[in-house]
């Protein structure tokens, strides 16, 4: 919730820009029958595009009939602008007041609200030190001494200060908001609420982004009802009813919620504030398209950008670009999304610059938010705890809150994926293949599948579980698809990744005993790098074929492809076995040896 009520402006008693139109705009009407348009009244009616194009008309016509009404009409327009988000302009008008038209310093307060609400904190903290002390700099300096400083001191001291104030209060309400303290804030709502409930229906909206917060969103919706039967067309309750039908059900649901949005949005060349919101939400209910044109302009003013741009870059494998996002933007993480963000790019960095520096900060930032009281029971909380265990690599931990939460994921294909990415590892890891390899023969994510930690363990399955043949098809399989130019695997992990995966094969297959496809993968590691300990693997696996032979274990053909992998092998070696084998075919009348 982007809190916007910490601003007022002045009025005055005379309203200078009223004008009156007719009912087709052309055939003027009886005095009676005249509509009579304000500033003011536009206003009121939170239409401040059509207040700016009343002023400025009005201005263009040169009707201000004194320099007062001229300050008032410039006061307006900056107060309009203000709340249409166009904070360059209010600033620029504001400035023109005070140094033009009267040195009044209430107009360096109004420039920094609009500088906070910019972001640029320490230029509205300028403005501020030589403004008035009232109830409203009180306020502005209540946000910055949170949002900027950070310090509980100054925080403290500038709620002592708060009135009874609905403006004073619902300030408080947004400062505890943001520090997610949803109840406080609640209560707060509730109790304005309750003192005009008509007036102050709007704040029912705050109290149902609490409920958001809190992972109410059934509870959300059905807050937001009762506002939405009165204000049917507003954007901002109905973006929030898209979030919280996008956590229940999937993106297509919340798009059909601010479908009305979009079409005004293409058909409309006015630009209102609360576009670039759900600009912003589209791109998340359609799972990060054009996230890349859609969220860089975004990360100034809706915080929430920068954390979509570094999930998309995560999603996308671009583990530098999202470190340096949460580098720049989120140096002290403040919120359990940030702290989670924070680790999983800390990990993921860690690990390809083998960095125990930012693996610990990784298993740091996984265990403060595992562990934390509001998380700990959260799907958020028990995923970082089963990361933090996985870092320790206690897999059995990992199981444990791992499969707490296996019911509740679902939402897109993508965190099934994940989710049962690191399900099989721990299961793998446990010694269970028979489960291991059906969850991971879940995961459809072509980028997950071929890297090797999910190759290798899904191998390794195979070999455990007795079909050391599914094992060797991977393998060749995964070789045919690195050697395709479109996979976007460079040459050097593509040696490494086969490499690794023949050497897996050949140490589990020759310690299960299923030694034919031992032979097979030490024949081709021996033909790469020809050394003793290959031939020693290889000399090895082929008398175990010739065993399992004779006691009547393995076909008779496996034993002939084993007799031509040795008749092409220089090793002296291997002629000894092959008399051997070939005697024994010849006496128990096997043909073509």
């Known amino acids: 919730v982007k809190f916007r009520s910490i601003m007022h402006y002045r009025r005055h008693s005379v309203d200078t820009t009223t004008a009156e139109f007719t009912n087709d705009g052309t055939t003027p009407l009886s005095p009676s029958n005249k509509k009579h348009y304000s500033a003011t009244s536009l206003m009121d009616q939170r239409d401040f595009l059509g207040a700016i194009t009343l002023i400025e008309f009005e201005r263009e016509l040169k009707q201000e009939s004194h320099a007062q009404a001229n300050v008032e009409q410039l006061e307006y327009l900056a107060f309009c602008y203000f709340h249409l988000a166009n904070y360059d302009k209010a600033i620029s008008i504001y400035t023109q007041l005070y140094e033009k038209e009267s040195s009044d310093p209430v107009y360096q307060l109004f420039i920094a ?78 109790r304005e609420w309750m003192k005009h409930k008509s007036a102050n229906i709007a704040i029912q909206i705050y109290v149902a982004y609490c409920f958001f917060e809190l992972d109410r969103y059934d509870t959300s919706n059905d807050i937001i009802a009762p506002y939405l039967a009165k204000h049917p067309q ?20 919340a798009e059909n919620d601010i479908r009305s949005i979009l ?117 958020p909380g028990r995923q970082c705890m089963a990361s933090s265990h996985m870092l320790r690599k206690s897999f059995d931990d990992v199981l444990i809150y791992l499969e707490s939460i296996k019911e509740y994921i ?13 399900y099989g590892l721990a299961l793998s890891h446990t010694g269970k293949h028979q489960q291991a390899e059906s969850v991971l023969l879940l995961v459809q994510n072509a980028m997950y599948t071929m890297e090797y930690t999910y190759m290798s363990h899904l191998c390794r399955c195979y070999v455990m579980n007795g079909r050391p043949w599914e094992a060797w098809n991977l393998y060749l399989s995964g070789a045919t698809a690195n050697n395709d130019d479109d996979a976007g695997v460079t040459t050097a992990n593509l040696t490494s ?57 393995e076909m008779k053909e496996h034993l002939l492809d084993i007799m031509a992998m040795l008749s092409n092998d220089s090793n002296p070696q291997s002629n000894f076995i092959l008399r051997v084998m070939r005697q024994w075919c010849a006496d128990n009348g096997i043909q073509d040896y």
């Open 234 to 253: 507003s954007i901002i309750a109905l973006n929030l009813r898209a979030c919280n039908n996008y956590r229940l059900y999937n993106g297509k649901m």
């Open 410 to 422: 679902g939402v897109t294909q993508q965190s099934m994926d994940i989710f049962n990415f690191n």
């Open 263 to 379: 079409d005004v949005m293409q058909v409309s060349n006015c630009e209102n504030p609360f576009f670039n919101l759900v600009r912003h939400n589209i791109c998340v209910f359609r799972d990060g398209e054009n996230a890349l044109e859609v969220l860089p302009p975004l990360i100034h003013s809706i915080k929430e950008a920068r954390l979509n741009l570094c999930i998309y870059h995560l999603k996308n494998e671009q583990f530098v670009e999202a470190y340096q996002m949460l580098s720049k933007y989120v140096k002290k993480p403040k919120s359990a999304i940030e702290y989670i963000l924070k680790a999983i790019v800390c990990c993921c960095i860690g690990q390809i610059k083998q960095s125990e520096n930012e693996l610990n900060v990784a298993l740091k930032y996984f265990e403060l938010v595992g562990s934390s009281q509001s998380e700990c029971d959260t799907i």
């Open 113 to 190: 609200c609009c500088l906070f609400h910019a972001g640029r904190y320490e230029q509205c903290i300028e403005c501020l030190q030589r403004a008035p002390s009232n109830r409203l700099s009180n306020r502005v300096w209540l946000h910055l001494s949170y949002l900027h400083y950070n310090d509980e001191s100054k925080l403290k001291t500038f709620v002592d200060k708060l009135s009874d104030s609905p403006s004073d209060q619902l300030s408080l309400a947004a400062v505890h908001y943001f520090r997610h303290k949803y109840q406080n804030a609640t209560d707060i709502y509730k």
């Open 497 to 553: 990744t086969n490499w690794n995966l023949l050497y897996l094969i050949a140490h589990d297959c020759y310690k299960m005993g299923h030694f034919y496809y031992a032979a097979k993968a030490f024949d081709v590691m021996e033909a790469t790098e020809p050394t003793t300990e290959y031939w020693n693997g290889k000399r090895g696996a082929c008398c175990g074929v010739f065993q399992l032979v004779i006691a009547g274990k």
